[in-house]
């Protein structure tokens, strides 16, 4: 399988914005540091699920790749060419045909003036304009449309987002994204905002649609479970680091690093004697300041485990298995 | 011993559109230290079962009928000045979104102590050192007991409120999405705290929840809400083992599970508009099983062992 994308070192620096009074008193700029030096690929045809906790730069993360953000500094390459500073206009031609991005909350990402149909061949009129007659671009949202499950597409063109219900309106965005035919997308917490029910719809949709299409995922997502569900791999971010990644089954199931295996056991699971019976590791305080970030390993203030080492070097991301790495002291 | 029990509730919004019946003859009981789990998807009436009993209903909103006995007192009848002894005192409310209830110019200790002088008439000395007492119990240390709301995370903020808890004692704690805003390891601190809150004090709790993994964590008994009706009640051992309601059965095989790697089932449709109900069952025309009658008859809530309850003609002998 051929790398689609390959990130190396990649940084993203947010400035906290400074009163008038520290400016004055020449006070030094302090920076968040969302993503800190990340590097991982993602192979045509996969799904990379990238799990952590608020904060972690996982949505950062997304936006860097499809270049909604400009990065600090490292390196992005999509499908051999490097677009890590590349500018708009230049993306506009191939890369924003081939990348695109599903958010959270779909209510959000479609306009409430436009119907369903006029969003979905949008994308159309902006990179064909002309090229492509306005019949001709209703026809290639129709059929995008019945792809997604919004049928009859008909009916669905013509309603308004305030019509349809959540997981209709996750269908519609998801057919905005897939009308340019992209080879890649990334999926920023889907099914977080709906109902159990339409959940596994929503799953099962873009499942099917991996397929039909040759699609590529990074999916963003807080839930362990959805991640086992729709990933061949996993990573795992704390304070803007990965700190674990390998093959979903194997890091889920049998993970390595202390933080991960805090976060997985703090998952409940629907199984009243599973959760009663099983070992956890409890950590008691809640995730730093990303501005303060600790020295050595990011994790070590809340981490039961750490020894002298942990406070003062950072771990490198090692091999510990077939296509399995932590960053954790333990296992160097 | 029952603590809670309610008796063929019914509420209505009024709409510019016609009523809505969000709860339609929803009957159950709390026992005494019990942690009860309500589970449901959004329209299904959790929300407005946990108002309905404070009675905070919003203005649209009323009590048609029924009964809400607490402690041997019909709520639905108490004046809204008795109503005010109870709220706090006697039932406490936590939400999804500590910052909705927490006054934002007001320091988090006086939150506590402020309740502490109306509802026990606490001296301020008296009322700040038990609040105090209160916050380090959930983990607040006492440095931060000056802060204002903004200034703590989201995990802190709802230890304040279940802080309140601890203070005041309440015999019946209301849940709604406590820790939905969480991350999965402040989650797992805050359904912590409230085990400890049940063990220490014996509260009861109302934990009202759209999340099956986490009232298969906390929960003792489970109802199962949709479109206003109670379709299951049963243990928590009942509700994951030996469910029975095809609703029920859809929710638990549609979430993904860590460890089973196999095909997730879909439940078909989308929760009912509930301006116009759907007539008989109102869960046939999403379930695999519906036959003539589901369509046109409500099934009764009946109990099948002992315990579990459901409704649903195919449990009906």
Same mark, same amino acid.
């Given at each position: 399988?051929?790398?689609?994308?390959?990130?190396?070192?990649?940084?993203?620096?947010?400035?906290?914005?400074?009163?008038?009074?520290?400016?004055?008193?020449?006070?030094?700029?302090?920076?968040?540091?969302?993503?800190?030096?990340?590097?991982?690929?993602?192979?045509?045809?996969?799904?990379?699920?990238?799990?952590?906790?608020?904060?972690?730069?996982?949505?950062?993360?997304?936006?860097?790749?499809?270049?909604?953000?400009?990065?600090?500094?490292?390196?992005?390459?999509?499908?051999?060419?490097?677009?890590?500073?590349?500018?708009?206009?230049?993306?506009?031609?191939?890369?924003?045909?081939?990348?695109?991005?599903?958010?959270?909350?779909?209510?959000?990402?479609?306009?409430?003036?436009?119907?369903?149909?006029?969003?979905?061949? $949008? %994308?159309? +009129?902006?990179?064909?304009?002309? @090229?492509?007659?306005? /019949?001709?671009?209703?026809?290639?949202?129709?059929? #995008?449309?019945?792809?997604?499950?919004?049928?009859?597409?008909?009916?669905?063109?013509?309603?308004?987002?305030?019509?349809?219900?959540?997981?209709?309106?996750?269908?519609?965005?998801?057919?905005?994204?897939?009308?340019?035919?992209?080879?890649?997308?990334?999926?920023?917490?889907?099914?977080?905002?709906?109902?159990?029910?339409?959940?596994?719809?929503?799953?099962?949709?873009?499942?099917?649609?991996?397929?039909?299409?040759?699609?590529?995922?990074?999916?963003?997502?807080?839930?362990?479970?959805?991640?086992?569900?729709?990933?061949?791999?996993?990573?795992?971010?704390?304070?803007?680091?990965?700190?674990?990644?390998?093959?979903?089954?194997?890091?889920?199931?049998?993970?390595?690093?202390?933080?991960?295996?805090?976060?997985?056991?703090?998952?409940?699971?629907? $199984? %009243?004697? +599973?959760?009663?019976?099983?070992? @956890?590791?409890?950590? /008691?305080?809640?995730?730093?300041?990303?501005?303060? #970030?600790?020295?050595?390993?990011?994790?070590?203030?809340?981490?039961?485990?750490?020894?002298?080492?942990?406070?003062?070097?950072?771990?490198?991301?090692?091999?510990?298995?077939?296509?399995?790495?932590?960053?954790?002291?333990?296992?160097? | 011993?029952?603590?809670?029990?309610?008796?063929?509730?019914?509420?209505?919004?009024?709409?510019?559109?016609?009523?809505?019946?969000?709860?339609?003859?929803?009957?159950?009981?709390?026992?005494?230290?019990?942690?009860?789990?309500?589970?449901?998807?959004?329209?299904?009436?959790?929300?407005?079962?946990?108002?309905?009993?404070?009675?905070?209903?919003?203005?649209?909103?009323?009590?048609?009928?029924?009964?809400?006995?607490?402690?041997?007192?019909?709520?639905?009848?108490?004046?809204?000045?008795?109503?005010?002894?109870?709220?706090?005192?006697?039932?406490?409310?936590?939400?999804?979104?500590?910052?909705?209830?927490?006054?934002?110019?007001?320091?988090?200790?006086?939150?506590?102590?402020?309740?502490?002088?109306?509802?026990?008439?606490?001296?301020?000395?008296?009322?700040?050192?038990?609040?105090?007492?209160?916050?380090?119990?959930?983990?607040?240390?006492?440095?931060?007991?000056?802060?204002?709301?903004?200034?703590?995370?989201?995990?802190?903020?709802?230890?304040?409120?279940?802080?309140?808890?601890?203070?005041?004692?309440?015999?019946?704690?209301?849940?709604?999405?406590?820790?939905?805003?969480?991350?999965?390891?402040?989650?797992?601190?805050?359904?912590?705290?409230?085990?400890?809150?049940?063990?220490?004090?014996?509260?009861?709790?109302?934990?009202?929840?759209?999340?099956?993994?986490?009232?298969?964590?906390?929960?003792?008994?489970?109802?199962?809400?949709?479109?206003?009706?109670?379709?299951?009640?049963?243990?928590?051992?009942?509700?994951?083992?030996?469910?029975?309601?095809?609703?029920?059965?859809?929710?638990?095989?549609?979430?993904?599970?860590?460890?089973?790697?196999?095909?997730?089932?879909?439940?078909?449709?989308?929760?009912?508009?509930?301006?116009?109900?759907?007539?008989?069952?109102?869960?046939?025309?999403?379930?695999?099983?519906?036959?003539?009658?589901?369509?046109?008859?409500?099934?009764?809530?009946?109990?099948?062992?002992?315990?579990?309850?459901?409704?649903?003609?195919?449990?009906?002998?």
């Amino acid at each position: 399988m051929s790398v689609i994308l390959s990130v190396e070192n990649l940084k993203k620096y947010f400035p906290v914005e400074q009163t008038f009074l520290d400016r004055l008193l020449g006070k030094e700029k302090e920076y968040v540091k969302a993503v800190d030096g990340i590097s991982f690929e993602i192979k045509r045809g996969e799904t990379l699920a990238l799990v952590g906790e608020s904060g972690c730069g996982k949505t950062t993360t997304g936006r860097l790749v499809v270049r909604l953000l400009e990065p600090t500094s490292g390196k992005i390459v999509f499908k051999g060419t490097d677009i890590t500073f590349t500018k708009e206009s230049e993306l506009r031609k191939w890369f924003r045909l081939k990348a695109q991005i599903i958010f959270q909350d779909p209510y959000a990402s479609l306009n409430p003036k436009m119907k369903i149909g006029e969003a979905i061949e $949008d %994308p159309l +009129l902006i990179h064909f304009g002309d @090229k492509l007659s306005k /019949k001709e671009r209703k026809e290639e949202a129709l059929k #995008i449309m019945s792809k997604v499950g919004l049928i009859p597409p008909e009916y669905f063109y013509d309603r308004y987002p305030h019509e349809l219900s959540g997981g209709q309106r996750q269908r519609a965005v998801i057919a905005r994204a897939l009308v340019l035919r992209p080879d890649f997308i990334v999926a920023d917490e889907p099914t977080s905002s709906l109902d159990v029910s339409i959940r596994a719809q929503i799953l099962k949709l873009l499942q099917a649609l991996k397929r039909e299409f040759k699609l590529t995922f990074l999916f963003i997502t807080h839930d362990l479970a959805t991640a086992y569900y729709i990933a061949d791999r996993i990573a795992v971010m704390y304070l803007g680091k990965i700190v674990e990644i390998g093959d979903t089954k194997e890091t889920i199931l049998n993970p390595m690093h202390i933080y991960t295996k805090a976060l997985f056991s703090a998952v409940p699971l629907p $199984d %009243p004697k +599973l959760n009663r019976n099983r070992k @956890k590791i409890k950590i /008691k305080s809640e995730p730093p300041n990303p501005i303060n #970030i600790p020295s050595g390993c990011r994790f070590h203030p809340r981490c039961p485990f750490a020894e002298e080492k942990c406070r003062k070097e950072e771990p490198p991301l090692v091999k510990i298995g077939k296509n399995h790495f932590t960053a954790c002291w333990l296992y160097s | 011993m029952t603590l809670l029990k309610v008796e063929h509730l019914k509420v209505e919004f009024a709409t510019v559109n016609g009523s809505v019946k969000a709860l339609d003859g929803v009957s159950f009981t709390v026992d005494k230290g019990e942690v009860v789990g309500i589970v449901g998807e959004s329209g299904s009436g959790k929300t407005t079962l946990g108002l309905a009993i404070l009675k905070i209903l919003p203005p649209n909103g009323r009590i048609v009928s029924g009964k809400i006995v607490f402690d041997g007192r019909n709520l639905v009848e108490l004046s809204e000045e008795d109503m005010t002894k109870v709220r706090g005192k006697e039932i406490s409310m936590i939400f999804q979104d500590p910052m909705t209830s927490l006054n934002p110019t007001m320091r988090i200790v006086d939150h506590i102590a402020e309740a502490l002088i109306v509802h026990y008439g606490l001296s301020k000395e008296d009322a700040r050192s038990r609040a105090i007492e209160a916050l380090t119990a959930v983990g607040i240390p006492e440095n931060r007991a000056l802060d204002y709301p903004h200034q703590l995370s989201g995990g802190m903020r709802q230890r304040v409120m279940i802080a309140i808890s601890y203070a005041l004692k309440p015999k019946l704690l209301i849940a709604d999405e406590p820790t939905t805003a969480l991350d999965v390891i402040v989650q797992d601190q805050i359904l912590d705290l409230l085990k400890e809150l049940r063990n220490r004090q014996k509260t009861s709790i109302l934990f009202i929840t759209h999340d099956l993994s986490v009232v298969a964590d906390i929960a003792d008994k489970v109802i199962i809400m949709y479109a206003g009706k109670i379709m299951e009640i049963g243990s928590v051992e009942q509700i994951y083992y030996s469910t029975l309601h095809p609703y029920t059965q859809g929710l638990l095989k549609s979430i993904p599970k860590i460890g089973n790697s196999g095909d997730l089932y879909t439940i078909p449709g989308n929760p009912p508009d509930m301006l116009n109900p759907p007539p008989g069952c109102r869960f046939h025309p999403r379930c695999p099983f519906a036959e003539e009658k589901c369509r046109k008859e409500e099934p009764p809530l009946i109990e099948v062992s002992e315990g579990h309850y459901v409704a649903c003609w195919r449990c009906v002998k």
